[in-house]
């Protein structure tokens, strides 16, 4: 191994708040929600400097996220929370920003008050007081899905006169105007979903509808890049276009079964190979899916309550997710090497899925 600078400057990880907070199914009681202290250690331990949360913005994590940013901040790692720009009206948990005022809600075309309407001075007001909680305690920053890529953006004639690609750079340098003034160096992320069955057109649609994007956000990652033929297009299509990999259903456990034995070299390897494409690519960030919904995004388990994630040591997924941002290019027998070396010393999660959805708990 090198050793050296790290390779990417942004190495995040993004989760739904089973790895950071401990916490009992989908409550988001505040007596429900506790810190994975020992989940930031193993961040910072595998060379990560961001974590991105998702479904936790409930005023029962405000405590939790004390006691977090505190504790991530003192180890070297930045957090920055997830926000769904301009829809609400149900649970976080399925893609809703929590406490929007009834009144405010709007059909979209997935329903009939789940959005938020940008042209109303009402809900613009709403958006800005909750980007002022969202940042709270001390924040690094926010990632935000705007409503249109999960379908939930308002249906009115003012907003639908925007589409196909106009609303979301409208809305997004709204929120992005906002997130600024409350805290003038928040990290400002967009996080948008290349629909594959769109094809290329969508990559490059997108790319040139951002352009017009806030010079504030730096980083645009998406979801349904995950063939390197459309992974090069994206990759090439925008300076800020950064890939967002997902590790446990495509690099880790394909198809979602145990793989078979005496793979693990191979998989790791399809790890840092991805990183790599990125690194040739002139990408200075890198963001990894860690999210495992609490053990239910395992295929076959997807009725079963959440649990959080808890190892005693390191999981060896997440050193290796690490070492591929830190080190893209290192060498396959050194990969090889490194992950010996990770099965020796590491909870060892990546030849059972059981392990690396839900931890040793389970
Ligand atoms: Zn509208």
Redesign the pocket.
């Known amino acids: 191994m090198s050793g050296g600078e790290p390779f990417f400057e942004f190495r995040g990880v993004y989760e739904c708040g089973w790895n950071l907070f401990i916490k009992k199914g989908y409550s988001d009681k505040a007596e429900d929600v506790g810190v994975n202290y020992a989940y930031i250690d193993h961040l910072a331990q595998a060379g990560i400097n961001r974590l991105i949360v998702f479904w936790a913005n409930g005023p029962g994590y405000r405590k939790a996220w004390e006691g977090a940013c505190g504790y991530a901040h003192e180890r070297g790692v930045k957090l920055i929370k997830g926000l769904y720009g301009f829809c609400g009206g149900g649970p976080e948990h399925e893609m809703n920003e929590p406490g929007v005022p009834e009144r405010l809600l709007?059909p979209s075309g997935s329903g009939a008050k789940n959005?938020?309407?940008?042209?109303?001075p009402e809900a613009r007001e709403w958006m800005k007081a909750a980007l002022a909680d969202r940042l709270y305690p001390s924040i690094d920053g926010i990632s935000i899905e705007p409503a249109q890529e999960i379908g939930k953006?308002?249906?009115?004639?003012?907003?639908?006169a925007l589409l196909p690609y106009g609303w979301e750079p409208f809305a997004i340098n709204l929120i992005a105007a906002e997130i600024k003034k409350i805290k003038g160096d928040a990290e400002i992320i967009l996080h948008m979903h290349m629909n594959p069955d769109l094809g290329d057109a969508r990559i490059l649609n997108c790319a040139a509808a951002m352009r017009g994007l806030d010079a504030g956000v730096r980083h645009i990652i998406s979801w349904g890049v995950d063939d390197d033929a459309r992974l090069a297009l994206y990759l090439s299509a925008d300076r800020r276009f950064e890939h967002f990999g997902k590790l446990g259903r495509m690099r880790l456990f394909p198809g979602g079964a145990k793989p078979e034995a005496g793979t693990a070299y191979e998989r790791a390897a399809s790890v840092f190979d991805w990183c790599r494409a990125s690194a040739d690519a002139g990408k200075r960030g890198y963001v990894f899916d860690y999210r495992i919904f609490g053990g239910s995004e395992r295929q076959g388990c997807e009725g079963r309550l959440p649990v959080t994630r808890i190892t005693g040591r390191l999981p060896a997924s997440l050193a290796l997710i690490g070492m591929a941002m830190r080190e893209p290019r290192l060498s396959r027998g050194a990969q090889r090497e490194f992950l010996d070396g990770l099965r020796a010393e590491c909870f060892w999660d990546i030849d059972e899925p059981e392990l690396y959805y839900r931890g040793a708990a389970s």
């Open positions: 709007r959005a938020l309407c940008p042209f109303e953006n308002c249906a009115c004639p003012r907003c639908e």
